[in-house]
């Protein structure tokens, strides 16, 4: 693949770092001469001396009782600057996860990188890829965090509507011959998109995931009209079914996916990991961005990530997101049934009608995306009239490439409250519908 094109003008003139770039090599070379030398005075490093951070060392204690305990070399290096890329045994723990999992078809010209949160790696790829007025093709609904990273470039949007099995490969098929033919890709003078973003999994605010064939067929559009697939999958481990559906990478033979990886869901959102994962040519000027702009995700997150890998094991990790996958899936029924009573099954049994609203069943992740039957716009009752009935959730709106156009979609998310208030804020809401009717 000639990964040239995808890459704008402002990300192929980063170069790498001169001083980040020899920090390895320079470190190297100082352990080498002072072992056989010791009497070399070593003044390249641009390093604050850790003698005089205040802390000495740190112990985490986990909930199953054990300790991750952080002193000596560990504490040093969960205190000092780092390598870009990403801390050498968490890299190595993470590369043999994504092996493991996704086995790439490409693994030898994969790499990967840890940044900050997967937020931090979708905007750096984002802001490698796109021009201004470029068009951008976004599964629709999307999550509001891409449109945030989007909406600056003031992009011509090519949004494909998702069903009950997300992103409809024959509307995305469509979209693309209605305007393009798949030699465009070739031209540099094309307008042709470069990037397809999707959020395969449980999706944001859907909760829908895209199963295998239809990964297939997506693919196959990409390949047809040269697409680099964005695979953000911060739900990959919060999927419902028994098997995890085989991601995008696992079945890129080409070299055009790049996959977004979350640890905020499964370990910590506060400690702010992520990782990419992608052709080598596609990661380094994201590497390169991260250089200039914060040298590394926090080394004391990484260590202490690493630690629990390795007094875990990897199928330590792999259980603990079994039973983390085994909460969501019991808060997600506990919210159907919810939905079901307050929504449905009351309206059918007192009118015989259709209830108020109707929604898919997730898939994955923590959202219910609902859809008022017989309300066209639930931005004004949510914004204006929600909090006075002690329920809060997001209006659809917010999850569309043009927020302008009335939607009578609203997401709610079973991560946090009780059965008890998941209750109560759904009869709270059907409240709140039914006065908004007769409005
Ligand atoms: N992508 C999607 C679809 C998300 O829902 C989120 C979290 N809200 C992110 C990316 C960012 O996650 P992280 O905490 O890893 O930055």
Redesign the pocket.
Known sequence: MNYSRYINSISAARKASPIREMKPFVLLLAKLLTQGSPDLVFLAGGVPNPNMFPFQSASIKLRDGSNIQLEGKLINDALQYGPTQGYGPLLSQLKEMQQKLHNPPCWTDTEVLI????????CKAFEMMVNLNDHVIVQEPV????LAILNPFKPKYIPVKCDANGLIPDLLRKSLENNWKSEDAQSLTSDIPKVLYV?PAG???TGVSIPLERRQEIYQIAKDFDLIIFE????YFLQFDKERTPSFLSIDTDGRVVR??????VLS?GI???YVTGPRALIEPISYHMQVSVLHASSLSQVLVSELLKQWGQEGFLGHVDRVQKFYLQQREVMLKAAETHLTAYHKLIFLLQGLAEWNVPQG?MFLWIKCLEISDTRSMIMERALKKDVILLPGREFMTDPNQPCPYMRASFSLATPENIDRGFRNLAELIREEIEL
């Open positions: 940044t900050n949160g997967s937020q931090d790696g979708l999550y509001a965090g891409t959020n999706a944001n605010p953000d999958d911060p739900y977004f990886d979350s640890l905020s869901k959102s702010r990991l992520g992740g």
